[in-house]
C-alpha cells in the first residue's frame, strides 16, 4: 500500500484519512458486498483488503516491499472464505479491518503528543467500528429519560419533524433536548446521525436505528409495541 500523496500529520488529517479508508471498508463489507465476496477467491494467492482514503476499496496482493511504507492488512483473506459462513467471514474480515485501520492511524500519529493521540482515538472512537456496522452491533449508550434512564417499560419512536411519540414520559422532555440527543446518537446499520429521518430504538438493547435501515416505515412502528433489532433476534436464537 502506497502513502497517501501529502502524508496526514496533525490530528485532523490523521483522522480524515481514518475516516475515508473506513467509510471505504464499510462499503465493500456492507454494501458492495457481493462484488467483494466473489473477489476473494480461495483459488487465489494471498489477498488483502485495502481501504483507500478517497473511500475506495480494492483487493489485491500485499505490496512486496519489506518493511512496506504503511502497516498492511490482514493477509489472505480469500483462504477461509469458502470454509465458514458468509455472515461470519465477513465479520473476520472486520474485525481485522479494524485493526489495520487503528494500525494506520497511529503510525501516522506516531509523532503526535499525548493529549492529540488522546484526541485522535477519541474522533475515531465516536465513530462505529467496522464490525459494528457489519454486524449491525453497538454498545448500549445510556441515554437521558425523565426517570432513571431506562426504557424497557415502552419504546419511542421517533417522527420525521424529530419528535419522540408513543412513550408519555419520553414526550414531558423537550423537543430540543431530543434532539440534542440523537444528534450524538449513530445509527447501529450505517453509523450516521442524520436526524432529520424517522428512528426507531431497540426496546432490548436500546440501540437506535433509521427506520430505512431496518425497513421499519412510521407506519409499521405505530403498530409495533415491542421492536426488537435484528442482532437481539439473533442473539436469543444464539442462546
Not at 44 to 49: A, D, G, I, R, S
Not at 95 to 115: C, E, I, T
Not at 143 to 151: A, T
Request: hydrophobic letters at 30%; charged letters at 30%; glycine letters at 6%.
Amino acid at each position: 500500500m502506497e502513502m497517501p500523496s501529502t502524508t496526514p500529520k496533525t490530528v485532523e488529517e490523521i483522522f480524515k484519512d481514518y475516516a475515508g479508508r473506513r467509510a471505504a471498508l464499510v462499503r465493500a463489507l456492507a454494501h458492495d458486498v457481493d462484488e467483494f465476496y466473489g473477489l476473494c477467491d480461495p483459488g487465489k494467492e494471498n489477498l488483502c483488503l485495502y481501504g483507500h482514503p478517497n473511500e475506495t476499496w480494492e483487493v489485491v496482493l500485499p505490496v512486496e516491499e519489506v518493511p512496506p511504507e504503511l502497516p498492511e492488512p490482514a493477509l489472505g483473506i480469500n483462504f477461509a472464505r469458502d470454509g465458514m459462513n458468509r455472515k461470519d467471514w465477513l465479520s473476520l474480515v472486520a474485525v481485522h479491518s479494524d485493526s489495520w485501520l487503528l494500525s494506520v492511524a497511529f503510525y501516522l500519529g506516531s509523532r503526535l503528543k499525548q493529549n492529540e493521540r488522546k484526541r485522535l482515538f477519541s474522533l475515531m472512537n465516536d465513530l462505529p467500528t467496522v464490525f459494528e456496522v457489519v454486524t449491525e452491533w453497538k454498545p448500549v449508550k445510556e441515554k437521558p429519560s425523565v426517570d432513571s434512564g431506562s426504557r424497557s417499560q415502552g419504546s419511542a419512536k421517533r417522527s420525521n419533524d424529530g419528535q419522540v411519540k408513543s412513550h408519555p414520559k419520553l414526550a414531558k422532555q423537550s423537543i430540543e433536548e431530543d434532539v440534542d440527543e440523537h444528534s450524538k446518537t449513530l445509527c447501529g446499520s450505517c453509523g450516521e446521525n442524520s436526524t432529520d429521518e424517522f428512528w426507531i430504538g431497540c426496546d432490548i438493547c436500546e440501540r437506535w436505528y433509521h427506520g430505512k435501515c431496518v425497513n421499519i416505515t412510521p407506519a409499521k412502528a405505530d403498530c409495533i409495541q415491542r421492536y426488537k433489532c435484528s442482532f437481539c433476534c439473533m442473539k436469543k436464537c444464539r442462546q
